[in-house]
């Protein structure tokens, strides 16, 4: 069992920057790759990326490339998303997830073993 507790959303303006954490928990919990999804109302859930359990690996959804950073430190059990250039689309509730398989390309949330609750992010225009 992997307990997954998200923290860090909150609002921002257009054109700003915001840092979402995970912190992880639980038997081998750092064996885990670890990735970020979210869902904005009304809409599915969608992947924005992920990293292999040792870092060595990251995965971005093309909505997320070039403004978005995933990063962990397994010291700590946490992986971080940084968010750069925010835009009203990226509101949403972004989950923290853990799968046993990392997967080099965008995934579905079906795959998913464990799940956070969700931090919520707004992005004002």
């Known amino acids: 069992q992997v307990r997954l507790v998200e923290s860090g959303g909150g609002l921002v303006q257009a054109g700003g920057s915001l840092r979402v954490s995970c912190a992880a928990s639980?038997?081998?919990?750092?064996?885990?790759?670890v990735g970020w999804f979210r869902q904005a109302p009304g809409k599915e859930r969608e992947f924005v990326a992920a990293i292999s359990w040792n870092g060595g690996n990251t995965n971005y959804a093309d909505s997320a490339k070039g403004r978005f950073t995933i990063s962990r430190d397994n010291a700590k059990n946490t992986v971080d998303l940084q968010m750069n250039s925010l835009k009203p689309e990226d509101t949403a509730v972004y989950y923290c997830?853990?799968?046993?398989?990392?997967?080099?390309?965008?995934?579905?949330?079906?795959?998913?073993?464990?799940w956070g609750k969700g931090t919520p992010v707004t992005v004002s225009s």
């Open positions: 639980g038997r081998n919990a750092e064996s885990y790759a």
């Open positions: 997830a853990a799968t046993f398989t990392y997967y080099s390309s965008t995934y579905s949330a079906q795959l998913v073993d464990y």
